[in-house]
């Protein structure tokens, strides 16, 4: 196959995508991002074959995936039990797969008139709806949004009106008017009128990001915050079972006078029926000191027989939220029947998980209501703000030893921090190994713990009562914009051609 240019050029593709990544946790430098971008939207044209529009935006995202997700050999090579070439392979094919889903929307260009218009407002439109895809397409995989690279800048302010998904088409548009600068030099000063259009949009992000969009409920929670730090390759074993349990009651013990302790995702080292003595006495430790104590842990229903990953209420048992986004081949194997058996990654400890009807996510402590979320459901913004509608706070457990010594922790706790920007309330994340922290509405860190150690985490929060506009709308005025943008866009070509 003749490719559409000079092999050095998918080379400089590749590598423009590999600099994207770092805009995000844990390296922040969110320039990479604009210019990652800019590189990219250079190279697109209309006039481009469709072929040739995808091609390069499979190797541009080829780049990003590679370097942004290597995490993905460390669960497949340390805890899927794959050998070293084979894991390698499965990564490549994995962020390959990826890189296609994130090639497919940008297609559209071919269908868009040669104009200014199409660079400036089209491509962030077809990055806005590259993004969305992910979110859904093969059970989703929304990680790596070029929004993510403003967390911690002022734009992060336009996330209280349109998500993580408005920030990014604000990438988008500044990768644009930084490519139209190299694309239209012999005639710059159209493309210089801009510059008021880009100070106005900074500005808005501070007016957005100091408004106060949720109101303090003055009702002071008391935390204590559990990180074990367990191996993941004890952690389904029978003979450390007893020891685990004592180190999480020994963990535990001398936090008991606050309102609410918090065990990490799936930290019960069984199912419930297996602990009922266990379980019996921390109900009754937490009836003597008057606190609640919820944790992660796998349930078993057996009217259905089925396996949920739930967050349940230990001091009560009258709470339980089963986790209804679930992680391929962690917790389910896609075309089970095919795969099962066939190699030790396929039968991980715990893959048979059934999906969560995601009701009764709202955990009642004293006058307030957490919204209870587990592991992969926070990289989700409408699922994240449909949950925590009429919540105070919001909670996820987790457990990212999967991740090993990777960025990937990171990277999950800054889409976290998104989280709580855009919908004004404060984020509780326990982990079994870290990142364990609160941040607060604004998406500012108040404490955290470091990684691989055995910790705790104790600190008084408060809730926040109120909606953001995002909180409201979730993604849909956004995705209408882009939606729109490309119809007329689409249109106007095709007007054009007619006129000819």
């Not at 604000?170 to 694309?183: D, H, K, P, T, V």
Request: charged residues 15%; hydrophobic residues 45%; aromatic residues 14%.
């Amino acid at each position: 196959m003749k490719l559409p240019f000079k092999s050095s050029r998918w080379w400089l593709l590749f590598f423009s995508g590999a600099l994207y990544p770092l805009g995000m946790a844990p390296f922040n430098f969110w320039p990479a991002v604009i210019i990652s971008l800019g590189f990219f939207f250079y190279q697109l044209n209309p006039t481009k074959s469709a072929k040739e529009t995808f091609l390069i935006s499979v190797c541009f995202g080829f780049g990003i995936f590679i370097t942004g997700t290597s995490w993905v050999y460390v669960s497949i090579h340390e805890y899927g039990f794959i050998p070293m070439p084979f894991a390698f392979l499965a990564t490549v094919l994995f962020c390959l797969f990826i890189s296609i889903l994130f090639s497919i929307p940008f297609v559209l260009l071919r269908f868009m008139p040669d104009k200014t218009s199409t660079y400036l407002i089209g491509l962030p439109s077809l990055l806005v709806l590259s993004e969305y895809f992910r979110l859904f397409a093969f059970s989703g995989f929304p990680w790596l949004f070029a929004g993510y690279s403003h967390t911690n800048t002022v734009l992060s302010g336009w996330a209280t009106v349109g998500g993580v998904l408005i920030v990014s088409y604000i990438c988008g548009f500044l990768a644009s008017f930084l490519s139209q600068i190299f694309r239209e030099k012999e005639n710059l000063k159209p493309i210089l009128k801009l510059n008021l259009l880009i100070i106005v949009t900074i500005s808005g992000g501070y007016i957005l990001q100091n408004i106060e969009w949720s109101k303090s409920t003055n009702e002071e929670i008391k935390l204590a915050l559990i990180q074990p730090n367990i191996n993941q390759a004890e952690k389904w074993s029978g003979e450390k079972r007893k020891e685990i349990l004592k180190q999480l009651k020994t963990q535990t013990l001398p936090y008991l006078n606050n309102d609410l302790i918090i065990w990490p995702e799936a930290a019960l080292p069984s199912i419930p029926q297996n602990l009922p003595q266990f379980l019996e006495e921390i109900k009754d430790l937490s009836t003597t000191y008057k606190s609640k104590l919820v944790s992660g842990a796998i349930t078993y229903e057996q009217g259905t027989q089925e396996f949920f990953n739930s967050i349940i209420d230990l001091s009560s048992s009258s709470f339980q939220y089963d986790k209804s986004k679930l992680v391929p081949f962690g917790e389910y194997v896609p075309f089970e029947r095919l795969l099962r058996g066939i190699i030790k990654f396929f039968d991980l400890p715990m893959s048979s998980i059934s999906k969560g009807n995601a009701r009764n996510t709202l955990l009642p402590i004293k006058s307030s209501y957490i919204s209870a979320n587990i592991c992969y459901e926070v990289v989700y913004p409408d699922f994240i703000a449909r949950n925590s509608s009429g919540a105070n706070l919001i909670l996820t457990l987790s457990n990212d030893a999967w991740f090993g010594a990777s960025i990937g922790p990171k990277q999950h706790m800054q889409m976290a921090q998104m989280r709580a920007i855009e919908n004004s309330k404060p984020v509780i994340r326990v982990t079994n190994n870290g990142i364990t922290g609160v941040i607060d509405h604004k998406g500012n860190f108040v404490k955290t713990l470091p990684q691989f150690v055995q910790s705790e985490l104790e600190l008084s929060v408060t809730g926040r009562s109120g909606e953001t506009f995002y909180n409201r709308v979730r993604s849909s005025l956004v995705l209408f914009l882009v939606v729109m943008t490309c119809i007329i866009l689409i249109t106007r070509k095709n007007l054009l051609r007619s006129t000819k």
